[in-house]
DNA sequence: GGTTTTTAGGAATCGTATCACATATTGCGG
DNA sequence: CCGCAATATGTGATACGATTCCTAAAAACC
């Protein structure tokens, strides 16, 4: 469990402990897929998860991975960063059905951010075009404080 | 011409007229593109298009299809859906550095949004954390008032 | 213990996108 | 007009991202 972060180990004990309160198995693909997203600062891809996984899952094939990540991003613990086709750990109480992404294309750092609802003007777009919304992706793009 | 949906045919021919008032080369490869994405009414994948074009370029490969798809998306005059891997026309006077979509799953239109600007809730959010944007994404996903 | 359900392993394949390198075409100064 | 530089294309190979299908193991339930 060291090799989590730290500022996401709290992420990864509550995801164990969700799992463990609603009868999901935490198997160890599960688990160890949801280790390397957290102890990632960045979002990875779905074959960097791959590669880390080689040697304790014994050089998984993408099958594995991929239904891992499904699994953790159908319980919201995990979010897809569409613009970067990489995932990231969410960093809240999981279960939104939008996310929103500040993303740094020169250091790559993301942070996400939570709106509660989707922003006045688009929840007004979107009435007047008669959308009922499932899910939304939004992800900013620019350079981060650090990198200016 | 008559190949382009009809009431894409303006943007089509803005499109022509932007790039001779400012020296840039309409060749067959980048008409042909231009053409395929606005003849659709919904977005196309970049190997739609490939298929598209399999007779009048007679069978182009995919860097063929990508080179024309950056140059109409570095005008301003197509842009990329991240959620759906797929491209589509923009609807008005090009070169805004977001766009914004919302997109039925169902029977898969799309309909371009426009906000002159970042909302305000994430305007703030963006400053709060310091970001230049550069640009953004936001799709909006669920059922349209059709097919509800 | 046997059956059902859930999960994983793995080969193959598909879809999306880019690289590297050769070739052609265009624009322009002499 | 010629030759050079800049721009654009053709093409094979390869990288990256994701899914399908089928088989087998493991867990949960009776």
Same mark, same amino acid.
């Given at each position: ?12 004990? &509550? ?58 991003? &159908? ?53 007047? &075009? ?19």
């Amino acid at each position: 469990m060291n090799d989590v972060h730290h500022d996401r180990l709290h992420d990864f004990e &509550s995801a164990i402990f969700y799992c463990e309160k609603n009868g999901l198995n935490v198997t160890k693909p599960r688990e160890e897929v949801l280790k390397a997203i957290l102890g990632s600062k960045k979002p990875l891809g779905a074959y960097d998860i791959l590669e880390k996984l080689a040697e304790p899952l014994n050089k998984p094939k993408p099958p594995t991975v991929y239904r891992a990540i499904d699994f953790w991003q &159908s319980h919201g613990f995990i979010h897809r960063i569409e613009s970067l086709n990489a995932y990231i750990g969410c960093d809240t109480d999981h279960h939104h059905e939008g996310s929103q992404f500040i993303i740094c294309d020169k250091c790559g750092n993301v942070e996400e951010v939570h709106l509660c609802s989707v922003p006045a003007e688009l929840q007004k777009k979107s009435e007047e &075009s008669g959308l009922k919304i499932s899910h939304w992706v939004l992800e900013l793009h620019g350079t981060c404080k650090t990198c200016q």
